[in-house]
């Protein structure tokens, strides 16, 4: 259950997942922060370029120097999300570069904890008309996953939401975007936040993620 607090909790990115994260953030021009223990301060960077597994960093600290050996620790946010990743970095060409094999995950951050909707159940769910899926749901957000590749939302933009999941009614509503990730098999991933919901859509949101939490406690017996 919410105690109404801020809940921060680290996620594993599957591997499968971490290219395109990847390419999100050199797309955006995400800036890449880290401390290396021959520098008091962060150095930031962005991505230049991919070659092979390398992740090959901007030529602007190309001539950092520093031992190879240690583990840094490196935060980037794509949108409103934020990444880490643990990882040495070593030298490609005089580039500074990391491996994209090494360890990333996100940070997730909300007000309330997600309920993920079990997949055999009914449902269906539209974003500004465009079929999706639902895949979790708090009182404060939802999340789904679009399979038409051609979408394109952008971070804090309003939408148009409808979904329906189990027995419950359909529920409309605008939401604002907080989270977009494009993945390597067309379908997107979409994090959204209800936009001023009243007590009467908390309530029947509050139903749904009562038959979610009786249908886990029913799977543990």
């Known amino acids: 259950m919410s105690n109404g607090g801020v809940i921060d909790f680290l996620v594993d990115v599957p591997d499968d997942e971490v290219m395109t994260l990847l390419q999100n953030a050199s797309s955006q021009k995400s800036i890449f922060v880290f401390k290396l223990a021959e520098f008091p301060n962060p150095l930031q960077t962005t991505i230049e370029s991919f070659f092979d597994k390398r992740v090959i960093l901007d030529k ?10 240690q583990d840094v620790s490196i935060k980037f946010n794509v949108g409103t999300e934020v990444f880490f990743v643990k990882t040495k970095l070593k030298r490609y060409l005089n580039r500074i570069y990391f491996e994209r094999t090494a360890k ?3 940070l997730k951050r909300r007000k309330e904890p997600r309920f993920i909707v079990p997949k055999k159940w009914a449902q269906t769910a539209k974003l500004n008309g465009i079929s999706c899926v639902v895949q979790d749901i708090s009182i404060s957000g ?24 189990y027995k419950r009614a359909e529920l409309t509503t605008e939401a604002v975007v907080h989270f977009f990730l494009s993945r390597a098999n067309n379908t997107s991933l979409i994090g959204m936040e209800f936009k001023n919901p009243g007590e009467n859509f908390k309530d029947k949101v509050k139903a749904i993620i009562e038959d979610i939490r009786n249908y886990q406690m029913a799977q543990k017996f």
């Open 60 to 69: 602007d600290i190309a001539q950092v120097q520093f031992n190879s050996e």
């Open 104 to 106: 990333f995950v996100q």
């Open 142 to 165: 939802i999340r789904f996953e679009c399979l038409d590749p051609k979408i394109l939302i952008n971070s804090k933009e309003v939408v148009q939401i409808q979904f329906q999941i």
